[in-house]
Every structure is written in structure tokens, then in C-alpha cells.
């Protein structure tokens, strides 16, 4: 069964009526390109210019919804309207069908048809005035030219400008989503961190106070109980002056609010461990050394969580190796894991964990690279690998 074709646009429904009804009217009023008598037209009279007019605006019809099928017919059309004294109805007609064969078609045709045209646009030029030797054999080329090379070029300068506009839509919303990310991941570090402090700092006041306050209502001795009280009053007073602190930067308004503070390559033992914790065999031979740039360290950070989190959607059984040195100015990031795992991920992703890692990466001016490589303890199994290599200064890269 012959697949159907899908219902026409309504605006390309618009476009082949306006062209018909306008073919018409140009018939009726006598209206041709050419007139009768031509050695060139060969069914002479007003009625055969109707038929290549209908397959015309029939054509239209397939403008976006079968752009190359609608520019072959059409150019057979075409060429039998040639045949007539000819419509220019039907001409521009045909612009347009080339026009959208560039903008609508698949890539292939984009990139075919403005250099196909070009080339029927230069031989209609030079042949004719070779042939000829008069200037006005040049006019088959312009001819040839407005009618194909013109509507095709432009179809493909509106086709870019759309592509870069998307290209740089979906730029937009990559940026946003590791954005949204980063945030999710600072709010959840920072109450973390609020909840460290409750536990390390408040809590110890709190049972210094419970403590000593104890004391004083179970010893009946006034010196004790008044070393007591003094206690409490100390642990109290430093107890409120912490949870202001804590509150001040819960409402990101006191002026001891100090900013959450970004992961570090000293978090890497934590997860680790977390990976650990969730099932996989993690090794960590970690040697970044001292004063590494923030950025370098928050983006190596984010490379091994992305590394693990992908090994344990989808590596195989086996050890997941994480490996950080610096050498010759730069830090340099490997995680490798069992290549293989099971058909399906274990957890649904999108492709773009790659992706944001691949941008970290470039955003320091360094390079990137994740896939499968031979594995150096086996010539008959493979890994998994990433590798990152990050300038400690940037145009450091070796």
C-alpha cells in the first residue's frame, strides 16, 4: 500500500488557490509570456497554457508537505508551459515551489539545489552567448537565474538564519537546565551545611544548657548554682547569636549571611562514598594538589559526579576507577568503568550529562572526550571512559 500523502497546509492551500484564480484571470484577459507564432511554442492558442497552470497550482499543494515531489512535477510543468505562449502566473508559481523545496526540504535537497541551479543559471548564460554570439542570449541565463538560482539561494539564507536561530534556542535551554541543576544542588548543599551547624553549634549550646541547668536544681549549694547559671547564660547568649546567624542566612537578608559554598575536590571522599553506598566498586586515586582555581575545582567535581551517576545508570559489574593528577599546568580527570552493562539504563537519562560536561569543559578551554576504549588489563574487553583535561590558567592547554 502506497504511503498518503499529509494534508496540505492551510496556507499552501491559500497560495495554489490565489495562483489559480490568478492564472485565470491573466487568461482571460489574454495575458501570455510569449506570443503566438514563436518557433518555440508548439501548441499555440490560449487553451493549452491551462493544463501546466493546474499541475502548477496542484503542486503548490505539496509545498511543505512534499516539497521535492511538488518541484519535480513542477519543473515538468514548467517545461511544458514553455511549449505555450506560457503564463507568468505559472512562473512565479514555480519560484515559490523552488523556494520551499530549499526551506522545507531535507538537508540533502538544501545543499543540492542552489548549487544545481547555479550551475543550469551559468551554462543557460554562457552557452546560448557562445552559441550565439549576440548579447541578448545573455537574458537566458538572467532568465534561468530569477526563475531557479534566485528562490533557491534565498530558500537556503532563510534556512540557515532558522537553524542558527534554534541551534541557539536549544543553547538556551541547555544553560538553563544546568543552571536549574547548580541551583538544586546549592539549595540542597546549604541546607546540609544550615543543618551541620544546628547539630555542631546550636545543639551544643542547647545541651551545655541542659546540662548545667540540671545541675543547679538538683545541688542545693549557692556557688554551684551560680557557676551553673553563668554557664547557661554564656551558652545561651552564644546559642542565640548562632541562630540568628543561621536564620540570617536561611532569609538571605542578615549581614552575616555568608553565600553557599560550592563542592571542592575535598568532597570527592564523600562521593565516593555515596557512590559506594548506592552499589558500585568505586576506586579513588585523587593527587589535584593545592591552589587549584575554583572553577577548575568545581568543574572537576561535577565531571566525577556526572561520571558516577552515568557508571551506575549504566556501567557493568565490576570497578569503577576515578583518577585526578596535575601535571604540566593542568588537572587532568579520568573515570573509567565497565563497558557493557545492561540493554536498558537503569535509570532514564537524556544524553545531556555529556553534554554539560562537555561545555565545563570548554568553558576553562579544555578538552573532552567520553566512549568506549580497549581495556589495558584485557585486549578483549573495553571500558568506559572519560577524560578531561582542564587548564589551571587559561591557554595553559598544552
Known amino acids: 500500500m502506497a504511503p498518503r500523502l499529509p494534508r496540505p497546509r492551510r496556507f499552501d492551500v491559500y497560495a495554489a488557490s490565489a495562483g489559480l484564480l490568478g492564472g485565470l484571470l491573466l487568461w482571460g484577459i489574454g495575458l501570455g509570456v510569449r506570443p503566438g507564432g514563436e518557433p518555440i511554442v508548439l501548441f499555440d492558442g490560449r487553451w493549452?497554457?491551462?493544463?501546466?497552470?493546474?499541475?502548477?497550482?496542484?503542486?503548490?499543494?505539496?509545498?511543505?508537505?512534499?516539497?521535492?515531489?511538488?518541484?519535480?512535477?513542477?519543473?515538468?510543468?514548467?517545461?511544458?508551459?514553455?511549449?505555450?505562449?506560457?503564463s507568468l502566473v505559472t512562473l512565479i508559481m514555480y519560484t515559490d515551489l523552488m523556494y520551499a523545496a530549499v526551506l522545507y526540504g531535507p538537508p540533502s535537497s538544501a545543499r543540492r539545489i542552489p548549487w544545481i541551479t547555479g550551475l543550469l543559471t551559468v551554462a543557460g548564460t554562457v552557452v546560448p552567448f557562445a552559441v550565439l554570439r549576440v548579447p541578448e542570449a545573455l537574458l537566458i541565463g538572467v532568465a534561468v537565474g530569477v526563475v531557479s538560482f534566485g528562490p533557491a539561494?534565498?530558500?537556503?539564507?532563510?534556512?540557515?538564519?532558522?537553524?542558527?536561530?534554534?541551534?541557539?534556542?536549544?543553547?538556551?535551554?541547555?544553560?538553563?537546565?544546568?543552571?536549574?541543576?547548580?541551583?538544586?544542588?546549592?539549595?540542597?548543599?546549604?541546607?546540609?551545611?544550615v543543618a551541620r551547624e544546628l547539630h555542631d553549634m546550636v545543639a551544643n549550646h542547647l545541651s551545655a544548657i541542659a546540662i548545667h541547668s540540671?545541675?543547679?536544681?538538683?545541688?542545693?549549694?549557692?556557688?554551684?548554682?551560680?557557676?551553673?547559671?553563668?554557664?547557661?547564660?554564656?551558652?545561651?547568649?552564644?546559642?542565640?547569636?548562632?541562630?540568628?546567624?543561621?536564620?540570617?542566612?536561611?532569609?538571605?537578608?542578615?549581614?552575616d549571611t555568608?553565600?553557599?559554598?560550592?563542592?571542592?575536590?575535598?568532597?570527592?571522599?564523600?562521593?565516593?562514598?555515596?557512590?559506594?553506598?548506592?552499589?558500585l566498586d568505586v576506586t579513588l586515586e585523587a593527587a589535584p594538589g593545592e591552589g587549584l582555581p575554583a572553577p577548575v575545582e568545581l568543574a572537576a567535581y561535577r565531571i566525577v559526579q556526572e561520571s558516577l551517576t552515568n557508571a551506575l545508570k549504566h556501567a557493568a559489574k565490576g570497578t569503577v576507577r576515578v583518577e585526578l593528577a596535575r601535571r604540566d599546568g593542568v588537572l587532568r580527570v579520568r573515570v573509567t568503568s565497565p563497558y557493557g552493562g545492561p540493554d536498558t539504563p537503569r535509570a532514564p537519562g537524556s544524553g545531556a550529562g555529556l553534554v554539560g560536561m562537555r561545555e565545563r569543559a570548554a568553558l576553562l578551554h579544555g578538552?573532552?572526550?567520553?566512549?568506549?576504549?580497549?581495556?589495558?588489563?584485557?585486549?578483549?574487553?573495553?571500558?568506559?571512559?572519560?577524560?578531561?583535561?582542564?587548564?589551571?590558567?587559561?591557554?595553559?592547554?598544552p
Not at 241 to 252: C, N, P, S, V
Not at 264 to 271: I, V
Not at 373 to 390: F, H, N, Q
Open 48 to 86: 493549452p497554457l491551462l493544463l501546466p497552470l493546474a499541475v502548477m497550482a496542484g503542486c503548490e499543494l505539496l509545498r511543505r508537505a512534499a516539497p521535492r515531489t511538488g518541484l519535480l512535477i513542477g519543473t515538468a510543468a514548467l517545461a511544458g508551459d514553455t511549449l505555450t505562449q506560457g
Open 153 to 193: 539561494s534565498t530558500g537556503l539564507i532563510v534556512r540557515n538564519h532558522r537553524e542558527t536561530a534554534d541551534a541557539a534556542l536549544l543553547r538556551a535551554e541547555q544553560t538553563a537546565l544546568l543552571a536549574e541543576m547548580d541551583r538544586v544542588q546549592a539549595v540542597t548543599a546549604e541546607r546540609s551545611r
Open 214 to 255: 540540671t545541675a543547679a536544681l538538683s545541688l542545693d549549694d549557692a556557688a554551684t548554682t551560680r557557676r551553673a547559671l553563668g554557664v547557661i547564660r554564656e551558652n545561651s547568649v552564644e546559642g542565640l547569636a548562632e541562630m540568628r546567624r543561621l536564620i540570617g542566612i536561611l532569609r538571605e537578608s542578615g549581614e
Open 258 to 279: 555568608e553565600p553557599a559554598a560550592a563542592p571542592t575536590l575535598e568532597g570527592l571522599g564523600a562521593l565516593v562514598d555515596g557512590a559506594r553506598a548506592n552499589g
Open 367 to 397: 578538552t573532552f572526550e567520553a566512549g568506549p576504549v580497549a581495556d589495558p588489563a584485557s585486549a578483549a574487553d573495553k571500558i568506559w571512559a572519560v577524560r578531561a583535561t582542564l587548564p589551571l590558567t587559561e591557554g595553559e592547554l
